[in-house]
């Protein structure tokens, strides 16, 4: 379905939407436009959740997925953290980044 | 917004596995290649109507970047070290790390280009990190500062964890974590395939 642009055919969408927000988007339908994207994420996380039920190892999946889960989260969260408070007191003045 | 998240994908589970029968279990790959275009557009237009990040970016110029910047390598150099001891390829382990808990994106492209187990991953990595970002934001900023209290949201941090790290340090950091969310939400459908297909 995305893949007239290789990897980058999802980011076409994003980017109409950004033209569309910059240039003719009335500011009163931002909320219209939440409501849209809750909508929007419903409707994916459904049909991705009818999907994947449908394939037959999808609970053996879910099993083993879970602990691997939680440590990417984990570590990707550690590794955020560590290089944001490295790069900040690289570039930002001293005192910028008070506790 | 985490318990409509959740509530859909169990919905949708329940459903795919109890009442669909498997040719409309199929028809849903397109409903969600649908569903995340108009998603993608929301996101978009959401982003481009944000007219003070734009205005901020100038001011700060380039040293605003250091933040998504830091997330971004932080993660996926976090996400290729853990790959290593759990025996996943790097451009796989980098493209799960790369979500920076944009669930829904991330577990949808990863699904697409890499089958049902690794859009599962990623899914739950993403919504692991948006949870585990509302217990550490506080720690974090009590004990390395404002600006690193923004790192453990990624994406989310112009939206769902913004009040979490509004709560936790100022308006300006507030500010800034709405332009690290919005660089952050950019990078994910770039990276995530770009990564994967390395």
Not at chain 1, 35 to 62: C, E, K, N
Not at chain 2, 15 to 36: I, K, N
Not at chain 2, 117 to 125: H, I, K, P, S, Y
Request: net charge positive; proline share 4%; with cysteine.
């Amino acid at each position: 379905m995305f893949d007239f642009l290789g990897p980058f055919s999802l980011i076409v969408f994003f980017v109409i939407g950004i033209v569309i927000g910059a240039a003719v988007f009335p500011l009163k339908w931002l909320k219209a436009n939440g409501w849209l994207q809750i909508v929007g994420i419903a409707l994916t996380l459904f049909s991705m959740g009818a999907s994947m039920a449908g394939s037959p190892t999808f609970f053996a999946d879910l099993r083993s997925a879970g602990m691997k889960a939680f440590l990417y989260a984990l570590v990707s969260i550690a590794g955020s953290v560590l290089a944001v408070f490295l790069l900040c007191r690289a570039v930002m003045k001293k005192g910028e980044d008070d506790k | 917004m985490i318990f409509v998240a959740l509530g859909s994908l169990v919905l949708g589970i329940l459903c795919g596995g109890l009442f669909l029968s498997p040719e409309m279990t199929a028809g849903m790959d397109t409903l969600m290649s649908y569903a995340l275009m108009i998603l993608l557009v929301s996101v978009g237009i959401e982003v481009g109507t944000n007219k003070t990040v734009f205005r901020k970016i100038r001011e700060y110029h380039i040293k605003i970047l250091a933040i998504p910047l830091g997330v971004a390598v932080g993660s996926i150099s976090g996400g290729i070290l853990l790959g290593i001891f759990l025996g996943d390829a790097p451009n796989v382990s980098a493209a799960i790390s790369s979500g920076f808990g944009f669930y829904s994106v991330s577990a949808v492209i990863l699904r697409e280009l890499g089958g049902s187990r690794l859009g599962t991953v990623a899914f739950m990595t993403n919504m692991f990190r948006e949870l585990l970002s509302y217990l550490l934001i506080p720690l974090v900023a009590k004990y390395c500062g404002r600006y690193a209290a923004i790192a453990p949201s990624g994406a989310t941090a112009m939206d769902t964890t913004l009040p979490a790290i509004a709560k936790s340090t100022d308006h300006e950091t507030a500010l800034m974590a709405v332009i690290t969310g919005v660089v952050l939400t950019a990078l994910v459908p770039i990276l995530v395939p770009v990564l994967y297909n390395l």
